[in-house]
């Protein structure tokens, strides 16, 4: 059975998803081919039990829903291997707090660090530190300054994430003259905001019969998505489509649009929360699809971790070693394909 322990004996509950086929399996020739040379002897990684790897795991806050389903995902798949302990420290958003927090890790002498820093840029050195102490690091999503601070780096495509938006956005209003469509994103300061905002707008170039006429930026919060799609709402008395950047703050995006009585448009959401996969499911409203930043990155990278500390490859894979990056697919779920996706929704 798996060892979860953390400073605080802190376990986050909801259950995870597999992070699917990412390491599942070994690639090697035909056993009975005769040819003892050409047989594969990489070690791929795979679920049969072997060297004991002792993983430490450090996230920020789990303040939002998508950072819970992060935390959620990295034990529920820790829980999967027999050879894996699992060390996770409390998470904070705080970055001197986090520092000492990794710090501990290290000096626990820990096989293998993953890391979801609560600031990249602030985060680097810490994770230079534990690279030069001997300790491969997993850095999840936000990414470290410098590639020296980490071995693997897996996350998501927030470039992509627009870019499907807009794409199915596209094709759903391609043979209407003078489609309008607006854009409820994330804080403008944010790196992620500006390339999703970038991926949409790249997007929708490919079709000459839309028109962008407003974008309002929110904060990824239930509160800012009503106040900020009330405003929309308000200033655009027509438009055929909205793109949310996220499906926390759509909760509040929707109570504005059922408020202001409007069902005349097509909503497409961000990131993969439940909520929104039971309400493209029940098909009664304006949501008809989302795209993924899928937390189940957090899995991959403790399968990678497991994988790094067992000196094993990835199956599937004609290299050696596990991959320097990983970028999970940013995948549009609608009424086709909700039932595949519907366990990996968070709350």
Known sequence: MTKLTSRRGMLFGAAAVSAGAVLAGCTSNDPDSGDDEAADTRPAADDKPGKQVTIGYAGPQADHGWLNAINDNAKKRAEKYSDVTLEVTEGSNDTAQQIGQIETLINKKVDVLVILPADGKALTQVGLKAMNAGIPVVNLDRVFNSPQAYRCWVGGDNYRMGLNAGHYIGERLKDKSGARVIELSGPDNLELTQERTKGFDDALKNYSNIKKV???????????????????????????????????????????????????????GGAGALSAFQAIKADSGVLKATVLYP?????????????????????????????????????????????????????
């Open 214 to 268: 407003a974008r309002q930026a929110a904060d990824f919060t239930v509160e800012s998505g009503q106040s900020k799609m009330a405003q929309l709402l308000q200033a655009q008395s027509q438009f055929d489509a909205l793109w949310n950047h996220d499906d926390d703050q759509g909760v509040g995006a929707l109570r504005a649009i059922e408020q202001a009585g409007r069902d005349d448009f097509v909503m497409v």
């Open 295 to 347: 937390p189940t990155m957090a899995a991959s990278a403790i399968d990678l971790a497991r994988a790094l500390g067992q000196g094993k490859g990835v199956g599937g894979l004609a290299e050696y070693e596990i991959p320097s990056s990983v970028t999970c697919y940013s995948a549009v779920v609608d009424k086709d394909n909700v039932d595949q996706y519907m366990s990996t929704g968070f709350k």
